[in-house]
Each structure stands twice: as C-alpha cells, then as structure tokens.
C-alpha cells in the first residue's frame, strides 16, 4: 500500500470533524435493493480496511452509485478525504465501529493501482489526461 502521506487509522474515525483523509482497501461491496424491488439499488455498501487492520463501513446513495459507477472494486486500494461520517447506528452491524463513512459526489477519491495514483474525479470529469504519478510502495 502507498506510504507516500500520514494518513488516519480507521479506528480514530469519529463524527466530530469531516477533516479526514484515509488510505484504505476495500474489502467487500454489495448493493442493497428494497425488499419489493430488488432489482433497483437504493445504495452502495462497502467495508473498508486500513493498513492496520481496522475496518469502517461506508456508503453512498443512489446519486453516489451514479457518479462513481463501479469505481469501488473489492481488493483495490484508494485515498478517500472529503467525506461524511456518521453513526453507525443500523440494526445489523457487519463490524463494530461506532461510526461509518458516507461517500457523495464531493467526496476525493484516488485510485492506486499498479503503483500509479488515478485522480478518479479528473477521469470522470474529463480534466485529466491518462498520466499517472509513480507512488513508491
């Protein structure tokens, strides 16, 4: 995983500021889908691992499933800042962190892949040729 910035662990996520910039992996993802519908998706829902070893649930609605697409691949790492936190407060807790990340069209998000840093916002809007940054590991 890249080095190249301090980043904050996952277990010291809280709701008392959005200032966070976190590197992460994302370990699993699936839509969830309304009961009488389940072929529309009322969201996407992602567990997030961090170089530590903590994990944080995170989502984004409907508008952030349209803007990031399929973005978010299970086993592919990003830097995410910019983003919400709330509690974590649904009936079934998946893992046990008290609070959870919610992901919007605001939200930074940086691909690493193949060593490369993709600055994910400037592909979708156009604003980036497909140069890369080198990112030691």
Same mark, same amino acid.
């Given at each position: ?30 839509? $969830? ?53 709330? $509690? ?11 609070? $959870? ?37």
């Amino acid at each position: 995983m890249a080095t190249v910035e301090n980043f904050t662990p996952l277990n010291l996520i809280t709701d008392q500021t959005n200032d966070w910039k976190i590197c992460i992996r994302v370990h699993i993802n699936w839509r $969830k889908t309304y009961l009488k519908n389940p072929n529309n998706a009322s969201s996407l829902e992602m567990i997030l691992v961090d170089q530590q070893g903590f994990k944080i649930r995170a989502t984004t609605d409907r508008q952030g499933m349209t803007f990031f697409g399929d973005t978010f691949k299970e086993g592919e790492y990003f830097v995410l800042s910019n983003f919400r936190v709330g $509690k974590h407060d649904d009936d079934v807790k998946l893992i046990q962190h008290a609070f $959870k990340i919610h992901l919007s069209r605001t939200t930074k998000v940086i691909a690493i892949r193949n060593n490369k840093v993709h600055d994910l916002q400037a592909v979708i809007t156009n604003k980036m040729s497909s140069t890369s940054i080198l990112v030691p590991t």
